[in-house]
T-cell receptor, first 112, second 114 residues
Framework: QKEVEQNSGPLSVPEGAIASLNCTYSDRGSQSFFWYRQYSGKSPELIMSIYSNGDKEDGRFTAQLNKASQYVSLLIRDSQPSDSATYLCAVAMNTGFQKLVFGTGTRLLVSP | GAVVSQHPSRVICKSGTSVKIECRSL??????MFWYRQFPKQSLMLMAT?????????EQGVEKDKFLINHASLTLSTLTVTSAHPEDSSFYICSAGGRQETQYFGPGTRLLVL
C-alpha cells in the first residue's frame, strides 16, 4: 500500500463547477497535511495546509480532513480554466524530520 | 513571504562535468531544506534532506557521492551533481522548511546532460 494515494485522473469539470480532489494516507500518526498545485513544467506551489479534523476554507478552496478515515480532500469552487493543473497531496510523516510524502497527483482539467 | 529561489533555472552540460545548483530562502531562515527530482510525467522524488551545519540525509537509492549537498547557512543549500550523465537529466527542485512542517518550493532547475 502506498503511503499517500491519489487518483491520477484526469478529472474533467466544466468552468464554474466544483472540483473535488481526494487523498488517502496510511500513517495514522500523521498530523500535518498539505495541498500543492503544480502547473506543467513548473514547481509545486502551496495552496493550503490543514492540521485539524474538519474544513478549512481559503477563498475558492476548501480543505477537508478526517483523521479517523485517514482521508483529506480539496474542493475548488467556481473552477476556472486557470485551475487546470496537477494537484499534489502531501502528508508529513510522523518521523520528526519535517519530511513530506507526496501522492502522485491528480490532474484537473477545467473546460471553458 | 516564504520565497525560495534557485539558480540556475536551466543548465546544459556535457557528460562527465559537474553542475552546482543553489537554493536560497530569501525571506526566512530554513533549518531544513529538501532536494527533489522529477522526471517527465512522474511524481516528485525526494533525494535528500539537508540540515544546516550537518550532513545531509539521503533517501534509499540516491548516491551521496554523486549528489553532493552542502547546507552552509540558514538561507543557502547547494546540490552538486558530479560527473553528470544523460540519465541525470531531470527537473531538480529544492524546498525550504517553514513552520508546522510546511515546505516552500523553489522554481526548479532543469538539467540537460548531453
Amino acid at each position: 500500500q502506498k503511503e499517500v494515494e491519489q487518483n491520477s485522473g484526469p478529472l474533467s469539470v466544466p468552468e464554474g463547477a466544483i472540483a473535488s480532489l481526494n487523498c488517502t494516507y496510511s500513517d495514522r500518526g500523521s498530523q500535518s497535511f498539505f495541498w500543492y498545485r503544480q502547473y506543467s513544467g513548473k514547481s509545486p506551489e502551496l495552496i493550503m495546509s490543514i492540521y485539524s479534523n474538519g474544513d478549512k476554507e481559503d477563498g475558492r478552496f476548501t480543505a477537508q480532513l478526517n483523521k479517523a478515515s485517514q482521508y483529506v480532500s480539496l474542493l475548488i469552487r467556481d473552477s476556472q480554466p486557470s485551475d487546470s493543473a496537477t494537484y499534489l497531496c502531501a502528508v508529513a510523516m510522523n518521523t520528526g524530520f519535517q519530511k513530506l510524502v507526496f501522492g502522485t497527483g491528480t490532474r484537473l482539467l477545467v473546460s471553458p | 513571504g516564504a520565497v525560495v529561489s534557485q539558480h540556475p533555472s536551466r543548465v546544459i552540460c556535457k557528460s562527465g562535468t559537474s553542475v552546482k545548483i543553489e537554493c536560497r530562502s530569501l525571506d526566512f531562515q530554513a533549518t531544513t531544506m529538501f532536494w527533489y527530482r522529477q522526471f517527465p510525467k512522474q511524481s516528485l522524488m525526494l533525494m535528500a534532506t539537508s540540515n544546516e551545519g550537518s550532513k545531509a540525509t539521503y533517501e534509499q537509492g540516491v548516491e551521496k557521492d554523486k549528489f553532493l549537498i552542502n547546507h552552509a547557512s540558514l538561507t543557502l543549500s547547494t546540490l552538486t551533481v558530479t560527473s553528470a550523465h544523460p540519465e541525470d537529466s531531470s527537473f531538480y527542485i529544492c524546498s525550504a522548511g517553514g513552520r508546522q512542517e510546511t515546505q516552500y518550493f523553489g522554481p526548479g532547475t532543469r538539467l540537460l546532460v548531453l
